[in-house]
T-cell receptor
Framework: GAGVSQSPSNKVTEKGKDVELRCDPISGHTALYWYRQRLGQGLEFLIY????????KSGLPSDRFSAERTGESVSTLTIQRTQQEDSAVYLC????????????FGPGTRLTVT | GQSLEQPSEVTAVEGAIVQINCTYQ??????LSWYQQHDGGAPTFLSYNALDGLEETGRFSSFLSRSDSYGYLLLQELQMKDSASYFCAVRQVRGSTLGRLYFGRGTQLTVWP
């Protein structure tokens, strides 16, 4: 079956602009995660959705970052008033449920803020 | 808070065995996972340990000691294609639910011919 997909694959934007990144999880996966990965660094947790529960937003670095998820499907990560330090690869992952130990990652969106 | 420590780099030759260690500090520990990431690629799941002991999957094995807050990934019969970054990640229990994964900074493995 199809894996996790993300769009766009690459995004170049000017400082101060808003961007919206999209994630399509694997069908049937109730858990969805967003991570940020700067060049040569580890994965930085941003936000976690599980079913209809309130999302865990504890990783969002500032109020410029927000995310939504429609039911158990698509999620969008929005970054407002982008800054150069927002440049990174944004990875989305999904898993079968809260207790599932394997996360399936999408290919990521490479964001460059100029 | 949470913290995970793993070596930043490891090198080895083809055919060798390498062990990547991971020590962690966390409240509400639920399990330890390992992920592999090739340059420019997405992380892919390798293994998971919730209980003490060794889990074996082909050339890769993972070990966990909950009392020592320690685990390792063992890669045998190394191949050039194993050159990648390897991340350990801790799953946390939050109350009656499972929380997020906390990832280590990753270990860059370079396999030489």
């Amino acid at each position: 079956g199809a894996g996790v997909s993300q769009s766009p694959s690459n995004k170049v934007t000017e400082k101060g602009k808003d961007v919206e990144l999209r994630c399509d999880p694997i069908s049937g996966h109730t858990a969805l995660y967003w991570y940020r990965q700067r060049l040569g660094q580890g994965l930085e947790f941003l936000i976690y959705f599980q079913g209809n529960s309130a999302p865990d937003k504890s990783g969002l670095p500032s109020d410029r970052f927000s995310a939504e998820r429609t039911g158990e499907s698509v999620s969008t990560l929005t970054i407002q008033r982008t800054q150069q330090e927002d440049s990174a690869v944004y990875l989305c992952a999904s898993s079968l449920g809260q207790a599932a130990y394997e996360q399936y990652f999408g290919p990521g969106t490479r964001l460059t803020v100029t | 808070g949470q913290s995970l420590e793993q070596p930043s780099e490891v090198t080895a030759v083809e055919g060798a065995i390498v062990q990547i260690n991971c020590t962690y500090q966390t409240s509400g520990f639920y399990g330890l996972s390992w992920y592999q990431q090739h340059d420019g690629g997405a992380p892919t799941f390798l293994s998971y340990n919730a209980l003490d002991g060794l889990e074996e999957t082909g050339r890769f094995s993972s070990f966990l000691s909950r009392s020592d807050s320690y685990g390792y990934l063992l890669l045998q019969e190394l191949q050039m294609k194993d050159s990648a970054s390897y991340f350990c990640a801790v799953r946390q229990v939050r109350g009656s639910t499972l929380g997020r994964l906390y990832f280590g900074r990753g270990t860059q493995l370079t396999v030489w011919p």
